[in-house]
């Protein structure tokens, strides 16, 4: 067994031990809101927001893009379990700024072993086979996080499946001081129309 399963398991069984009334708690969110964020390990959803176990709905991908899977699981979020917000919430310093859909395909053309960086060029071993199948997918790059949030909230905003009602609100997580700074264009995009 790898150390870190190790690790992972010993954590699960302590917080099996203190689990006590979670087990027993809603399957709707009870603040009713539902947060979209990168998967960035620096970033807790929880602690920035205030959160507990049964809190909100929390949906993360690589930069907390608006893809054709963030909003299905937001329509859900709403639609079956009573989301009445939603937050979109990128962050600085976010690993999705540091190349292309251009770069990425050709590291993963090269070889599918983990490329690194250092600091200004992704370095890909060479060690194939890679695969061109990276060329089929919209990996949703960032160039700008204000731009990126806007563009976001509007795309779920002129969604079909998302009712007019919902607020959707727009910031980018500082990395550096844990503060939440709203993207007012992006804010006023996504406010309801009961606003």
């Known amino acids: 067994m790898s150390q870190i399963r190790e690790e992972v398991l010993r954590a699960n069984e302590k917080y099996v031990s203190t689990f006590g ?3 027993r708690l809603a399957l709707p969110p009870a603040r009713r ?3 979209l964020t990168c998967m960035d390990a620096r970033i807790d959803p929880a602690k920035l927001a205030g959160l507990a176990e049964g809190d909100a709905h929390v949906i993360r991908n690589a930069g907390g893009r608006a893809s054709d ?4 699981s937001l329509v859900i979020s709403y639609k079956l379990l009573g989301t009445r917000e939603w ?3 990128h962050h600085s310093n976010c690993g999705m700024e540091l190349f292309t859909d251009e770069t990425i395909r050709g590291l993963l053309a090269s070889s599918l ?3 690194s960086y250092d600091g200004k060029d992704w370095k890909d071993s060479g060690e194939g086979p890679g695969s061109r199948q990276g060329d089929f997918i919209d990996w949703l790059t960032i160039r700008d996080q204000a731009e990126s949030v806007a563009v976001d909230v509007e795309r779920i905003r002129s969604h079909p499946l998302v009712p007019r009602e919902i607020p959707v609100y727009g910031y980018v997580y500082r990395v550096d001081t844990g ?3 709203e ?3 992006a804010t006023a995009i996504g406010l309801s129309s009961k606003s």
């Open 21 to 23: 009334e979670k087990g």
């Open 33 to 35: 809101f539902a947060i």
């Open 69 to 72: 899977d963030a909003i299905r």
């Open 87 to 89: 937050f979109v919430i």
């Open 113 to 115: 072993k983990t490329s």
């Open 179 to 181: 503060a939440l700074v």
């Open 183 to 185: 993207v007012p264009r």
